[in-house]
Each structure stands twice: as structure tokens, then as C-alpha cells.
């Protein structure tokens, strides 16, 4: 029991040694592909109730706006363990971009008649049964993780211990 614990420390003072030196390490690389699906970045939304309150014939809009985004970010990490920096490398013309604006409209008329009250959807009613919803999308590729300025791969690095 004691040779071990003496082969142990032995290895552990060896260890020490080594690493006390110069010690370099290859960049470790692996994919790194986040997406972000139709993640909502604003929604606005507009009731007016309805108007005018307790008349026999009311109106009420409701209206509203959203935005959606949707990224698509395939590439690469490596971690350069010398420097403690991770460097994203993207896919060159792989990455997608989606942004859309939806708008969306209803209008209730309803009536009171003999203590009966009847809602009928306008737009609905109109269009066969469908909402009125207009939506405006944009998409685009691009190389992810590069800067305008240049093609160089974006760098993060630990500056925590300076």
C-alpha cells in the first residue's frame, strides 16, 4: 500500500514538473450551429372594445402588428487552448435570415335586437371565413460569425485574469 502511494506522489511531482514548462495543446474544432425559430420580437396589439357602450348597434376593431425572426447559423468553434480564445467560423454562404411582419385585422359589428344580441365578424364574413392577416417576409444568406470589415472569423476571448 505505501509503494502506491509513493508511485502516486511520484506521478503527481512528475505532472507538476511538466506542466510548470511549456505546455502546448492543438486547437480543439466542432460544430457550433445554433438557430433561433420564429422568435418574436414585438407584438402590438389594439381593442377598442365595443363602441359606443350599451347601444343597440356597436362596432369594435382589434388590430395588431407582430414580427418574427428566424436565423440560421451553421459553422464551426475552435477553442485555441494557448491563447483561451474560442473562434467562430461560419459556414461560408450557408446561413439563413428570415424576418416577417404580420398585421392582422377583425371587425365585430353587434346588434341587439327584441334583448337578443347577434356578433357577426366582417372581415370574416367577407373573405368566406378566413382573417384578414397581411404578411411581408424578407430572407437573405450570409456567412455567419464574419465581420463587414473583413472575412476574418469573430474571436472571443477571457480576459477575466488581466
Known sequence: MRLAMNLSAAALTAALVCVSGTVSAEPTQASFHPVLDKHEINNFMYDSDFVPADADLQIRLTAGIRDELTLDMPGNGEYEWDDSTITLIGDDGQGEIDYGVIADTEITIKVTL?????????????LGGQPLEIGINASDVYTPYS???SSRPVSLMNRAGA
Do not use: H, K, L, M
Not at 365578424?121 to 367577407?126: F, L
Open 147 to 149: 465581420t463587414r470589415a
Open 114 to 126: 327584441f334583448g337578443q344580441e347577434f356578433e357577426v365578424d366582417v372581415i370574416e364574413a367577407v
